[in-house]
Every structure is written in structure tokens, then in C-alpha cells.
């Protein structure tokens, strides 16, 4: 069983929560996830690490609240415990040799986004941060990307806070004016990801997109989370649990994992109608 330290509302859809989990936070880095359960009975989901502190032995999580486990998630409060936390799973962000580097983030994306930017900016790069939201009252994570960015970008879609647009248009500003990274990292909705490595190719400049397709065991034997790469004219299988979930986004079939990853939508919606109504009863 696995503690809950802290809990915190980023915004009415996204939480923050800090598991006491040692042996995860002694190894956890950047750009890798956990697997947890939140009872006995509950299903696996994959959740990025958000942050850690192996002094306290602790590991973030933020998640949104978009289905019954995530809704299960919510309910407990700091001081109640959580079946199962395994990780740290997956291969961390390659940052190595990197001085001038742009993070795109989207939405809940942002939270797997800064711990990127937190480590470049420990390790003396530049980071300039473009993020994005719907509107004013779903952004989250601002002031703590503003002490980890040398530069920060915010849009939101409706123009309720920063500028108005996606994350593409300052992006795109930057491109113009000459701007050279040594890599884009962008993580968030595939359509965003699709659409910032579109901006990014004609620039030449190395792209990697973070991949969190249907998962359920982690160790790449279901074969759930299988992606499709256009490598050298050859399409590969890869799979993000242990090969990603950073992947070159040049090559990602985007137009297939977006069909793949609305295969279970109804059903995730009625199990999430389902699971509300019965807590509603119970209540």
C-alpha cells in the first residue's frame, strides 16, 4: 500500500497528488511513468512522474479526471493509501548534450512537460516554454515552469489568459525570427503534437513527442501500447511502454494512434456514467 502525502487541486479537472513510494523516487527520472491501482479490484493506469524527492521519498503524479479510475483517483485524500505504484517504468527523456532546447506543452501535458524543463534547467540549458490551454480557469503549472524558463509562452485557445491561439503560433514566431533549438520536446494531445511537429520539420531541428497510447501491463507484453513508425520508408512496431514513451515525432504515425486511442471511448463513458451514478447512490 502506498500513501498519499499531499493532495492538490490544479484546476477543476486536474489534481496533483504526492505518493510516499521509496524505491520508485531512489531510481525515477524525467519522462518516465508509473502504473498504479487504486484498489484491489481497480485497473491498471499508466501516470507520468511528475516530480520525486528521494531525500523524502516521495513521487508526483498529476492526473485529470476523465474516467472512473482517474474519478476512484480523486475521491481519496491525502493520508489514505492506493494498492499498487510500480516504476519507475519506460526510458527517461534523453537530454544529454543539450544547451538551447523548447518544451511545448499542452494541457494536462504541462505535467509531464516540467519535469523536463526542470532538469535542463539544472543542468544550465536554456529553456524557452510554450504552453497551452482551453482557457484562463485550466491552466496550470505557470509559476512553476516561469522559474525553470529563460522565456515563457502562454496561449489559450479562447484568449482568456495570455494570447490567443495554440501553441503553434508562437512557435511558429520563433522560426521566423531565425530561432535555433537543438531539439523541440512537445508533449500533450496527439493533435497538438501532430501539429508542432508539422510546424517544426521545415526547421530541420530534431523533434521528440511523448507518447501515452491504451497501456496495460508495462512491460510490453500486451502489445496495447503499439505504435507505428515510418523509419528509413519501413514501418516498425514499437511499443511505448519500454521503448518510449519519447519517440522521434517525425516518424510517428499520428493519424493511427489517434484512431487507436478512441477505441474504447464509449466504453470508458459508460463505465465512468456507470461508476458515478452508483457512488452518487451510495452517498
Known sequence: MYRIVTKKELNPTVTMMEIEAPLVARKAEAGQFIILRVDSEGERIPLTVAGYDRVRGTVKIIFQIVGKTTASLNRLSAGEYIEDFAGPLGVPTELCGLNDVCIVGGGVGCAIALPIA??????GARVTSVIGFRSRDLVILEDEFRAVSDELHIVTDD?????????????REMFSEGRKFDKVITIGPLVMMKFVV????????PCDVSMNPIMIDGTGMCGGCRLTLNVDGKRVTKFACVDGPDFNGYEVDFDEAMSRGTMYRDFERHAYEEHCNLFKKQS
Open 118 to 123: 526542470e532538469k535542463l534547467h539544472r543542468m
Open 198 to 205: 508539422a510546424e517544426t520539420r521545415p526547421t530541420g531541428i
Open 159 to 171: 484568449g482568456s489568459y495570455g494570447r490567443e491561439g495554440n501553441v503553434c503560433l508562437p512557435l
